[in-house]
């Protein structure tokens, strides 16, 4: 049995595809309250497809350890997905979820005989500027390393597909807004976005695979490119002419502590978090030389992934 936590996303849903396609037993773990499940337009629609080709899916919360004896019991192996990405206004959810769940899942996992889990964490870990999020996954990281089980650890850069990819989609939202795009320090960070699919790819290749055992790959993208270079791509895809201008990062400093004063005022959401400020200035194009060769691992470039995109409500032209 292949258990997948947070298996409802893009990522967990596509994932499931493919092992069913492999003939594997799958079991997708969700939340009670996921709204994915309970009657969400669209997205309910495709995992009943999968509920029809043999989908087990279970409620349960990886905040809870009690809940998942029972979903990881038969396991053989865990796709570790379930995770909080965003959090702008209760950030200390990165550490319930990202750090305290994880360690829910290795207990749990590690009762059940687990014979590898295979743990989805981030490339932001290796920021110098560390966020509450990249903290997270970064003390999720050597939890798994200390755990005893057989273990794999993937770092996706940015990821993206045709329905989503959560910090890439916030990224085009933000493209699309006003009549210029402002970005720290020039844009000048290196970007190198990995399309879902071929994260897929790699997350199989890693299953079972001895030369993936007890090892840690970073998944970045076919290409590196500046985040100004990005956008530029992103705003032409979507045929938005638009200026990208480059903002000091003192600035950008100050437009986070005003958004965050602005939040707690209004009790709306931060638009702007310390989180977002250092996605914006560390790079993230590092090399994944070692998943090249050990999980046959060959991403495509941003500017292909990029032409199978939809236009995300831009201009479109015959």
């Not at 319930?96 to 743990?119: D, M, P, S, W, Y």
């Not at 870990?125 to 200390?146: C, D, L, P, Q």
Request: charged share 20%; glycine share 10%; hydrophobic share 40%.
């Amino acid at each position: 049995m292949q258990v997948i936590t947070g298996g409802t996303g893009s990522m967990g849903r596509r994932l499931a595809r493919t092992l069913l396609a492999q003939g594997k037993k799958v079991r997708v773990l969700h939340l009670p309250d996921d709204p994915a499940i309970n009657g969400g337009a669209g997205v309910s629609d495709q995992l009943q497809e999968l509920l029809r080709a043999g989908v087990e899916f279970v409620p349960a919360d990886v905040t809870r350890f009690e809940s998942l004896a029972n979903a990881f019991h038969g396991a053989e192996r865990i796709f570790h997905l379930a995770a909080i990405l965003l959090a702008p206004r209760n950030p200390h959810l990165f550490a319930k979820v990202n750090l305290e769940g994880t360690r829910n899942a290795l207990k749990a996992a590690r009762n059940a005989g687990v014979t590898q889990f295979i743990h989805v964490s981030s490339i932001s870990v290796h920021y110098k500027r560390e966020n509450a999020y990249s903290e997270s996954k970064r003390k999720a990281e050597t939890a798994v390393r200390e755990c005893g089980i057989p273990f794999t650890i993937l770092r996706p850069s940015l990821a993206y597909c045709e329905d989503g990819g959560v910090e890439f989609m916030r990224f085009v939202e933000y493209l699309q807004r006003g009549r210029m795009a402002f970005l720290p320090c020039r844009g000048a960070a290196r970007k190198s976005p990995v399309h879902v699919e071929d994260l897929i790819q790699a997350f199989i290749s890693a299953a079972g695979n001895p030369l993936a055992i007890d090892r840690i790959y970073d998944l970045t993208g076919g290409e590196s490119m500046s985040l100004k270079e990005m956008a530029g791509m992103i705003l032409e895809h979507m045929r938005i002419p638009k200026v990208v201008m480059g903002v000091p990062s003192s600035i950008c400093r100050l437009g986070v502590w005003a958004s965050a004063l602005s939040s707690f005022v209004t009790g709306k959401a931060n638009a702007f978090t310390y989180q977002t400020f250092t996605g914006f200035l560390e790079s993230a194009d590092f090399p994944c030389d070692d998943a090249r060769r050990d999980l046959n691992y060959n991403p495509r470039t941003f500017r292909k992934g990029l032409s199978g995109l939809p236009r995300w409500g831009g201009e479109t032209r015959g």
